[in-house]
C-alpha cells in the first residue's frame, strides 16, 4: 500500500492520480498506524511553509515523517519541510536533510515555473533517465546544494532539484507534472 500524507497541503490529489494512472492503489490518510504500515509513503506538497508546518506540528505529523523506515517522497513544499530552516515565515523544518531553504534572489523571476533539465543524477530515482528529459517546477524557494544532492537545477542559481539520505527521496520539482518523466521517476521510487 502507498499511503499519501493528508495534512490539508495542496496536489495531493493530483499525486493519487498520478499513480492511478500507473496502476497503483494508493491512499490518503493522516491515521499514524496506516501510514507506518504502508510499503512507500509520499508526502506532497503546495502551498505556504509556516502554515503547513503549524498543521504537521498538530497532527504530530511533524514528529512522525522523520521516524518512518520505509522509502519516503517527499514532492515540492515536502521536500522543502523535511530541511532545516525554511526562510519563507522563518520557518524550522523536520531536519531529516540537514540543509536551509532560502528565496531565490530576484523578485522580477520568481517563481521558478515550468519546465528544466536536471544535471548531476545520482538516484535510483533516475533509472532510464537522462540530463535531456524535462521535469515540472513552481517554487520561490530552494534547497541548498549538498551531500544530499542527487541532481541539481539551475535557475538563477544551482539548487538541489532532488536530496537522498537513508530512506527518504525528495525531488523540489513535481513528478506527477511531468509527463513521461516524471512518472517513471514515481515508478522508480515504487521499485525501491
Given amino acids: 500500500m502507498i499511503a499519501i500524507i493528508k495534512y490539508n ?7 493519487q492520480n498520478a499513480l492511478n494512472r500507473l496502476g497503483e492503489k494508493s491512499i490518503v490518510t493522516d ?14 506538497g503546495v ?10 506540528k498538530e497532527k504530530g505529523l511533524d514528529e512522525l515523517i522523520p521516524k518512518l523506515t520505509q522509502p519516503v517522497l517527499g514532492i515540492c513544499l515536502g521536500m522543502q519541510l523535511m530541511c532545516g530552516h525554511n ?32 544535471m548531476d543524477l545520482k538516484s535510483t530515482l533516475f533509472s532510464e533517465i537522462s540530463e535531456k528529459d524535462d521535469f515540472y517546477f513552481v517554487h520561490s524557494y530552494f534547497c ?7 541532481a541539481v537545477c539551475d535557475y538563477i ?5 532532488t536530496l ?4 527518504f527521496f525528495a525531488t523540489q520539482f513535481h513528478p506527477e507534472k511531468s509527463g ?6 514515481l515508478k522508480n521510487f515504487l521499485k525501491i
Fill in 180 to 185: 513521461k518523466s516524471g512518472s517513471l521517476l
Fill in 144 to 150: 541548498e546544494l549538498s551531500d544530499f544532492t542527487t
Fill in 31 to 44: 491515521d499514524f498506524e496506516l501510514i507506518r504500515k504502508a510499503d512507500k509513503v509520499i508526502f506532497p
Fill in 87 to 118: 526562510e519563507e515565515g522563518n520557518t524550522m523544518g523536520m531536519g531529516i536533510f540537514d540543509i536551509n531553504v532560502k528565496k531565490f534572489p530576484s523578485e522580477n523571476i520568481v517563481p521558478h515555473m515550468g519546465w528544466n533539465t536536471l
Fill in 164 to 167: 537522498q539520505k537513508d530512506n
Fill in 9 to 15: 497541503g495542496g496536489n495531493v490529489r493530483s499525486v
Fill in 157 to 161: 542559481l544551482p539548487f538541489s532539484a
Fill in 47 to 56: 502551498g505556504e511553509a509556516s502554515s503547513t508546518m503549524k498543521l504537521l
